[in-house]
């Protein structure tokens, strides 16, 4: 193996071990703060810190180039407002034990996107990749027949990222600018939310207590490290083998979940994660054979 696809790896493999363990033990440590001040943090400080980013690697050009386009900025509103449901709803199931539920989500939701590829952006399409997608659409459909039981944070998560790839794959922007814009977005209604916060006396965040603050700030850089990291091992050892890689996040995830917290799982759920995982096996083979 190339030294290259080497630290490829290793380094989507280190960004998606941070999503699937470092990420969710940091958000459970700060489970006491509400989802929605969770949710303000990782907005603000993830805008925050991608300053000193977009500012490092003089992309302000970029910046400014993609807000005079009408069409792309209106787009980005849009996935501003996917990426912060994605996450509130992600940081929700962390604070109240439905970790299993998440990961779920980030299973289904690579091949949910292959399926929008196909549907919407006539990206090629084979017997492996459709059976995948059809065992998808099976597991959803079980898992619908028991309303009761129906594991929404998970289909919220699927359907919110898969939508925002798709959108983001088809106005092709650099990752890193696209998300500063969207959480720059963001930020304003951030900042409001948190207002009323204060005025309720609900907020964590504040002079009177650094280490908290301090501690909460940490959620920006949560979001960024990992994305970075992954991102960069793609660029080195290509889509396919990070495609793969990702799932290390959503099976760290599920672990942690059943076996660390204790968290429930029926049988319902375990028959719809058996076929997924049918799935995800299906698609990872067909990955590997376009390698």
């Known amino acids: 193996m190339k030294k290259k696809t080497l630290n490829g790896i290793l380094s989507s ?17 700060v489970s006491f703060v509400s989802p ?7 907005t ?3 805008a925050f810190l991608l300053i000193f980013s977009i500012s490092l690697y003089s992309k302000w050009n970029d910046v400014l180039k993609i807000l005079k386009d009408f069409k792309k900025t209106l787009l980005l509103i849009f996935t501003s407002i996917l990426i912060v449901a994605n996450w509130y709803t992600w940081i929700y199931a962390v604070t109240v034990n439905k970790l299993i539920d998440a990961a779920l989500g980030y299973y289904i939701f690579p091949i949910l996107s292959v399926f929008f590829g196909i549907l919407f952006l006539k990206e090629s399409r084979n017997l492996m990749k459709l059976i995948a997608i059809i065992l998808v659409i099976i597991a959803v459909i079980y898992l619908l027949i028991d309303i009761r ?3 929404w944070i998970g289909l919220i998560v699927a359907l919110t990222w898969s939508v925002y790839t798709l959108i983001r794959k088809k106005i092709q922007i650099q990752t890193d600018v696209g998300l500063f814009i969207e959480s720059a977005f963001m930020t304003p209604f951030a900042l409001i939310a948190f207002y009323f916060i204060v005025k309720n006396g609900n907020n964590y965040f504040s002079l009177n207590d650094i280490s908290i603050s301090l501690w909460l700030f940490l959620a920006g850089a949560n ?4 994305l970075f990291l992954y991102l960069y091992g793609s660029s080195l050892a290509g889509l396919g083998p990070s ?3 990702f799932f290390l996040a959503p099976t760290c995830q599920f672990l942690l979940g059943f076996y ?6 029926d049988f319902n759920k375990l028959i719809s994660f058996i076929i997924i995982w049918i799935a995800v096996a299906i698609y990872l083979r067909d990955l590997a054979n376009d390698k």
């Open 13 to 29: 493999g280190i960004g998606s071990l941070w999503w699937g363990v470092i990420g969710v033990l940091y958000f459970k440590s």
């Open 36 to 42: 929605l001040e969770l949710t303000i943090h990782r």
């Open 44 to 46: 603000v400080w993830t």
């Open 149 to 151: 039981s129906t594991p």
């Open 223 to 226: 979001t960024l490290i990992p």
């Open 243 to 245: 495609a793969m890689i």
């Open 260 to 265: 660390y917290f204790g968290e429930p799982l």
